[in-house]
C-alpha cells in the first residue's frame, strides 16, 4: 500500500429516491466522485442485514448482504419489477427504517415473483455460496414463521436443531426460503458489478468486519458450538466493555463471545471462511475491535450492566498465524482503538497489520497522546474520526479551552471557519501510508451528520448524504488537498 487516500462513507448513506442507498447509479456517481477527486479508496461500514436497532455491526449473517441495498432501478432495467410497483420514490433526508421493513419486501416479493430460479448465473452463484446460504435462507424463513423473534424466544426444538422438526419447517417454508436467496442474489450480482466498475476506475473498497456476531444470526444458530451457550443454546457470557470515565456501568453489547478452544480444536476453519469470504468482495478488509484478539471483557449473560465482568485471553496469536498460513498475506487494517497493552502492541507487530489513528485523540493539553500525528508510525491507518465520533465539526465545539488552544497550533490554524479543513490536512499530511477522511467532515457537517452515538438506541445510522453533494467547489478542495500531501492516486 502505496501513500494514499479515502472517503469513508456507508451504502445507507448514499442519496436515492428509494429510502436508503443502494448499489445503483448513485453509488457509480461516487465512484466518479472518489476518481475525479483522485481519491483511491472508498470505505464502507459492514454489509450485513441489519436487526433490531439497524446498526450494521448487529447483523443476521457474517456473510449475507442487506436486501435494502439492492437497487430497485435496476430491477427495473432487467423486467422484474415495473415503476408502479416501486411504492416509495421520492428522496428523503433521513432513513426511515421502519417505513422500509413494512414496504421494502413486498416490493422485492413481485421482483421474485418474477424471476426464474432455472436461471443458470442464479444456479451457479447457490452452488459457490452453498456453505452459507442456505443456512442463511432456512434462518430468515423460519424467523418470518416466529414472527421475527429473536432464536432467544424460538421453540427449543428449533433453536436447537431438531433434525425432524427443522426438516418439517423447512418443507412448510420453501417459498420464503427461495425468497431470500433470490435476495442474495441479487444483492451479491449488483455488489460485484459496483466493485468491477469501481477497480476498473482504480477505485479499491474497504470492507469491515465487526469481531463479534449477533446472538440471533444464522451463524450462532447453525455453529452454536462455537460459542459460549449452554446445552440449549442460550449465551452463559456476553461481549462489552468495563466501566470506564464515559460509562459507569460500561458497555454491555450483548453479543455471544467465542469458545476458542474449539476454534482452535478445528485449526480456526470458522474464521478462515469468514475471512476467505470478506477479501473475496473487498479490496481491504478493516477488522473491528482488534483488541478483542488479545483479551476480552466477559460478562455473565444474565446481567444487566458491564459491571461484573472478567478479562480474560483470547487465542489471537494463533488465530492470525493460521489465517497467514492458508490464505497468506493479506491487505487488512487493524481497528486497534481502546486500552492498547504491550500484547496488542505485539500482535499487530506479528501480523504486520496497520492500526488505527485518530486525529480526534490526539489534543490533551495536558499530556502528549499516542495519536499525536508527528508520532504516526508509516504502517497506519490516519482519520480525523470515525462512524462513532462526533463529526469534527461537532468536536471542535466541545473541546475544553486549553485543548482547544493546542490543537489549533499544532494544527496552525487561527481562522475558526477553517478548523474542520485544518485538521483534514493534518491528517493528510501525517506520515500514516493511508488516510480515511469521513465524507461529512469534507463536507463541514455538525451534529445533523453524526452517523452513531455508541451505546443509544433510536436515532443512530440514519444520515444521508445530500443529492446535490457533488459541487465543484468540493471537488477542488478534496483534490487540492489530496494532491498536496502526495496522496494523488496512482495511475495503473
Known sequence: MSRTSGILLHVTSLPSNYGIGTFGKEAYRFVDFLEKTNQTYW???????????????????????????????????????????????????KINYGKLYSERYQVLRKAFNNFDNKNQDYLNFINNHHDWVYDYAHFMAIKKHFDDVSLMYWPKEVRTRDDFTLHLLIEKNEEDINFQLFLQYQAYKQFYELKKYANKKGIKLIGDIPIYVSYDSSDVWTRPELFMLDHENIPTFVAGVPPDNFSKDGQLWGNPLYNWPKHQEENFKWWIKRIKRQIDLFDVIRIDHFIGFVNYYKIPATDETAANG????????????????????????????????????????????????LLQFAFDSREESDYIPHLYPVNAVAYTGTHDNETTKEWFSKLNENDLAYCLEYINCTNKRNQVDSLIKETLKSPAKLAIIPMQDYLGLGSEGRMNIPSTLGNNWMWRLNNDYETKDLIDKIKRFTNLYGRRRKEF
Request: no cysteine; net charge negative.
Open 43 to 93: 470505505q464502507f461500514l459492514p454489509l450485513g442485514p441489519t436487526s433490531f436497532g439497524d446498526s450494521p455491526y448487529q447483523s443476521f449473517s457474517i456473510n449475507a448482504l442487506n436486501p435494502y441495498f439492492i437497487d430497485l432501478d435496476i430491477l427495473v432495467k432487467e423486467g422484474l419489477l415495473k415503476k408502479k410497483d416501486i411504492i416509495d420514490s421520492t428522496y428523503s433526508k
Open 310 to 357: 472478567v478479562w480474560e485471553k483470547a487465542l489471537g496469536r494463533e488465530l492470525f498465524k493460521q489465517v497467514k498460513q492458508e490464505l497468506g498475506e493479506l491487505n487488512i487494517i487493524a481497528e486497534d482503538l481502546g486500552v492498547i497493552t504491550d500484547e496488542v502492541r505485539e500482535l499487530l507487530k506479528d501480523t504486520g497489520f496497520p492500526g488505527m489513528k
